[in-house]
């Protein structure tokens, strides 16, 4: 019973913390993929990443890979990497959207 009670007590303290998330919505510019939406976390991380248009596969990808990380840590990766001859690319918008994001 002792046990149960305690039991009761943590899980009561857990569910009681709130968590902020704010939710992004970034136009891109010069990519295939038009829209990258995504959660942030009151400590950053990054939850919920999708990309409108661009290719499928690959970003489908992407957004498993950045689920949980944190947002600066990904920035820092991502930014700057191109597409063919493009001078940006979809990894990158997500680079600018988490910094625009960071820094709101």
Do not use: W
């Not at 939850?47 to 840590?73: D, P, R, T």
């Not at 597409?83 to 997500?94: E, F, I, K, Y």
Request: hydrophobic share 40%; charged share 25%.
């Amino acid at each position: 019973m002792f046990f149960l009670l305690n039991y009761i007590k943590i899980y009561l303290y857990l569910t009681i913390k709130e968590i902020y998330i704010k939710h992004i919505q970034f136009k891109t510019t010069g990519t295939c993929a038009r829209v990258i939406e995504l959660d942030l976390d009151d400590n950053n991380i990054i939850h919920n990443c999708k990309f409108e248009g661009g290719c499928n596969g690959n970003l489908k990808a992407i957004s498993k890979l950045v689920e949980g990380k944190e947002a600066s840590e990904i920035s820092k990766i991502l930014k700057g990497n191109t597409c063919g001859p493009r001078a940006t690319s979809c990894a990158d918008q997500l680079s600018l959207a988490l910094e625009n994001a960071i820094n709101e």
